[in-house]
Nanobody, 127 residues
């Protein structure tokens, strides 16, 4: 059974930092591209960042570029999202996702390409 378990969410002030983790089990993690998405009530789930299966390629939404960093540790089957200089508009539920059949050493930015999803972790940024 595939499981993706996010952790690290919480409440921080604007300008602060958080590090999200997503621990995977039940899948060939090193074969999967991994992504982070976020969602606020009433809006569609939006792409945040993604990383290829070897970690050689990373992708970011324009809204987080330069502030967020995605990384992975295949030995620990974990993907991370380091979030710095957080803004109130970053408030959302953050989800990690796995694409078990990525195209080459790339990672998609569409949620439709991801087959497995975690339950999400709440991130709240106060102004």
């Amino acid at each position: 059974q595939v499981q993706l378990l996010e952790s690290g969410g919480g409440l921080v002030q604007a300008g602060g930092s958080l590090r999200l983790s997503c621990a995977a089990s039940g899948l060939s993690f090193s074969r999967c591209a991994m992504g982070w998405f976020r969602q606020v009530p009433g809006k569609e789930r939006e792409f945040v960042a993604a990383i290829s299966r070897r970690g050689s390629s990373t992708y970011y939404a324009d809204t987080v570029k330069g502030r967020f960093t995605i990384s992975r540790d295949n030995a620990k089957m974990t993907v991370y999202l380091q979030m710095d200089n957080l803004k109130p508009e970053d408030t959302a539920v953050y989800y990690c996702a796995a694409d078990w059949a990525p195209l080459g050493d790339t990672a998609p930015n569409s949620p439709r390409e991801y087959e497995y999803w975690g339950q999400g972790t709440q991130v709240t940024i106060s102004s």
